[in-house]
């Protein structure tokens, strides 16, 4: 069983920066992050295997970084340049074995409960 809590969402201007975090309980191979906008779907952000392979998704490369320490427990989202569009609950999302697809949502086992950003113009 793996538990998953998120922190670090916020309120932020264009241009400005916020760094997600996600306590991790439990073994995960592969970690991700997901987000969704109201009316919009799920999307991918960024994924990483353990052996630090990383993915990202189109819109958030050059701005986002993922990262993980395993000392903490902890994966990471940097977030920076941010936009109106990133607006959103990001979640973060946890797998222990298997494939890796990173944007299969329905691959993903483990969800946490959500943090909320929010950039304004």
């Known amino acids: 069983q793996v538990q998953l809590v998120e922190s670090g969402g916020g309120s932020v201007q264009a241009g400005g920066s916020l760094r997600l975090s996600c306590a991790v309980s439990g073994f995960a191979r592969t970690m991700g992050w997901f987000r969704q906008a109201p009316g919009k779907e799920r999307e991918g952000v960024a994924s990483i295997l353990t052996g630090d392979s990383t993915y990202y998704a189109d819109s958030v490369k050059g701005r986002f970084t993922i990262s993980q320490d395993n000392a903490e427990n902890t994966v990471y989202l940097q977030m920076n340049s941010l936009k109106p569009e990133d607006t959103a609950m990001y979640y973060c999302?946890?797998?222990?074995?298997?494939?890796?697809?990173?944007?299969?949502?329905?691959?993903?086992?483990?969800w946490g409960q959500g943090t909320q950003v929010t950039v304004s113009s």
């Open positions: 999302a946890a797998k222990s074995g298997g494939a890796w697809y990173p944007f299969r949502s329905d691959l993903y086992r483990f």
